[in-house]
C-alpha cells in the first residue's frame, strides 16, 4: 500500500463516510475558542453563542445519527451472526440427512440386489423338478434297472440250457450220420460203442452233412 493510500484511508476513517464532520469538530472547537477570548458586546457574543449552540446541536445530531448507524451496524453484525450459526446448523442437519440417505439407498440397493438373486434362485428351482419328484424317479428306475437284470440273468440261464440242448441234438445228429455212414457189418460192433453225450463235446458244424 502506497503513501498515498494510507492517507485516503485515515481521513476516511477520521471523516466517517465523508460528511467533513472531523473538521466540523475542528472549526467548532475554533470557534468556541475564539468566542471564550473575545471582546465584543454582549449581543454580539449572544448571537455567537446561539450560533455555536446551533453548530454544537449540528454536531450532536450527527453523533446520535452516527451513533444509531454504529447500533444498527452492531445489530446487523448481531443477526448476520445468528443467520450464519443457523446456516451452519442447517448445514449440519443437510449433511447427517445425506449420510442417512445414503446409507438408506446402500440398504436398498442390497435389498433390490437380494430380491434379485431370489427372483433368479426362484426360476432356477422352478426349473428343475422338486427333491422329492427326484428320488422317486431314482427310486423308480433303480427297481426297473433290478427287474432288468433278473429277466437278463434269466434270459441267460434260458440261452445257456438252449446251448446245451443244442449241443446235445447236434452231438446226437452227428453220431447218427457217422453210425449211418459206417459198413453195416460194424453195425453190431458200433451198437456195442457208448457215447457220452454228458459231456462237453468238440463238433465241427462245417462237416457235417446237411443234405
Excluded at 440398504?107 to 433368479?120: I, S
Excluded at 437278463?152 to 441234438?169: A, C, G, M, T, Y
Aim: aromatic share 4%; glycine share 2%; with cysteine.
Amino acid at each position: 500500500m502506497t503513501s498515498e493510500e494510507e492517507i485516503i484511508r485515515r481521513r476516511l476513517l477520521i471523516d466517517g463516510d465523508g460528511t467533513g464532520d472531523s473538521r466540523v469538530m475542528t472549526m467548532f472547537m475554533k470557534q468556541f475558542v475564539k468566542w471564550c477570548d473575545s471582546d465584543e458586546p454582549l449581543q454580539e457574543s449572544q448571537n455567537q453563542c446561539d450560533r455555536l449552540q446551533a453548530h454544537l446541536a449540528s454536531i450532536n445530531n450527527s453523533a446520535m445519527k452516527w451513533k444509531a448507524i454504529v447500533e444498527m451496524n452492531q445489530l446487523e453484525v448481531e443477526q448476520y451472526d445468528q443467520l450464519r450459526k443457523e446456516t451452519c446448523g442447517a448445514v449440519e442437519n443437510a449433511k447427517v440427512s445425506i449420510d442417512s440417505a445414503k446409507q438408506e439407498l446402500e440398504e436398498a440397493k442390497r435389498v433390490r440386489l437380494n430380491r434379485m438373486e431370489y427372483d433368479a434362485l426362484a426360476r432356477l428351482i422352478k426349473e428343475h423338478p422338486p427333491r422329492s419328484d427326484t428320488a422317486n424317479k431314482l427310486a423308480h428306475l433303480t427297481q426297473e434297472l433290478h427287474s432288468l437284470k433278473n429277466k437278463r440273468d434269466q434270459l441267460e440261464e434260458k440261452l445257456s440250457l438252449r446251448r446245451k440242448q443244442l449241443h446235445v441234438l447236434v452231438t446226437a445228429l452227428h453220431q447218427l450220420q457217422y453210425t449211418l455212414s459206417r459198413d453195416p457189418q460194424d453195425v453190431s460192433t458200433s451198437s456195442e460203442e457208448v457215447i457220452d453225450l454228458t459231456g462237453p463235446q468238440i463238433i465241427d458244424l462245417a462237416v457235417m452233412d446237411t443234405t
